[in-house]
Nanobody, 112 residues
Framework: DVQLVESGGGLVQPGESLRLSCVAS????????MTWARQTPGKDLEWVAS????????SVTPSVKGRFTIPSDNTKNTLYLQLSSLKTEDTAIYYC??????RGQGTQVTVS
């Protein structure tokens, strides 16, 4: 079974950094395009960043460009989201997901 387990969220102050992790299992992580998305109460799921395993340059949504990066480690089957210069509007539950939309349980990031 496909499993995605996110971790690394927490409560931080504006301007601080966090690194989220997503450990994947049950599929070929090294050959699967992966995405981070986030959701706040009452709002739709928002795409944040994606990485293509074909080697294309990772892409991020404009509101986080220059602040978030999306590295991955195929040896550990782990996707990361490096968040820096955090803003209060970055507060959300962050999910990693596969290219078919399978998501983990999410990890809460609160910037306050």
């Amino acid at each position: 079974d496909v499993q995605l387990v996110e971790s690394g969220g927490g409560l931080v102050q504006p301007g601080e950094s966090l690194r989220l992790s997503c450990v994947a299992s049950g599929f070929s992580f090294s050959n699967t395009d992966m995405t981070w998305a986030r959701q706040t109460p009452g709002k739709d799921l928002e795409w944040v960043a994606s990485i293509s395993k074909s080697g294309a340059v990772p892409s991020v949504t404009p509101s986080v460009k220059g602040r978030f990066t999306i590295p991955s480690d195929n040896t550990k089957n782990t996707l990361y989201l490096q968040l820096s210069s955090l803003k209060t509007e970055d507060t959300a539950i962050y999910y990693c997901q596969t290219d078919d939309g399978t998501r983990g349980q999410g990890t809460q990031v609160t910037v306050s």
